[in-house]
């Protein structure tokens, strides 16, 4: 926990002179302004097959926030921090919990249109707590590969109207030491437009 600490007062401290300095990237004639800054508070389900199991599947529900930084129109340096719960798992009695810190770039599609299509890759960690011995508080490597689409509702709120992710990692569990979970986020966005 205290490494995790760690990388949020890191990513904090390189996003705030940004943040100082934030403007809109202007579009010249397309859909409003491109925000410097985005927000974003999200719904998630995940198909997972964390620990325990070989197929193991099943659901999970959660919620992300995300901090989105435009450097251009195009492209975007993105922060993820995600939590997702299920209780008596396969009817084992074992509760699971993992968190997901995710850090990477967004590539995204803009048009005339009111709707925003975004591929992205990030990388971390992932944090497990279970209520077996075995595999309390583990910690590993995490992967995302995924994307989505947004829209705009005014100048300062949007929505997250669909994300599908892949997110990897290697939680020890006992059998394989691999986690595949498949992400599906909706939620809602703050845009912040500074002028300094």
């Not at 599609?109 to 990388?123: A, D, I, K, P």
């Not at 020890?172 to 909706?186: F, H, K, M, Y």
Request: glycine residues 12%.
């Amino acid at each position: 926990m205290k490494q995790l600490r760690h990388v949020i007062f890191l990513a904090l401290i390189i996003a705030f002179p940004w943040a100082l300095h934030a403007q809109a990237i202007s579009m010249n004639g397309v859909y409003g302004d491109v925000p410097r800054i985005e927000f974003g508070a999200n719904y998630n389900y995940f198909h997972a097959n964390a620990p325990p199991g070989q197929c193991g599947c099943f659901g999970m529900n959660g919620g992300s926030g995300t901090f989105t930084y435009n450097l251009t129109d195009k492209w975007a340096a993105v922060a993820d921090m995600t939590l997702g719960h299920a209780n008596n798992v396969d009817n084992s009695g074992q509760n699971i919990t993992i968190f997901d810190y995710l850090f990477g770039g967004r590539y995204t599609r803009r048009n005339h249109g009111r709707y925003v299509f975004y591929g992205q890759g990030m990388m971390g960690g992932a944090k497990e707590d279970v209520n077996f011995d075995f595999t309390i508080n583990r910690q590993s490597l995490s992967f995302l590969a995924g994307g989505g689409v947004t829209t705009r509702i005014n100048p300062k709120f949007g929505l997250t109207l669909g994300e599908v992710d892949w997110i990897y990692s290697r939680i020890p569990n006992a059998i394989n030491d691999r986690q595949n979970n498949l992400r599906v986020v909706v939620g809602v966005t703050y845009n912040i437009h500074p002028v300094f």
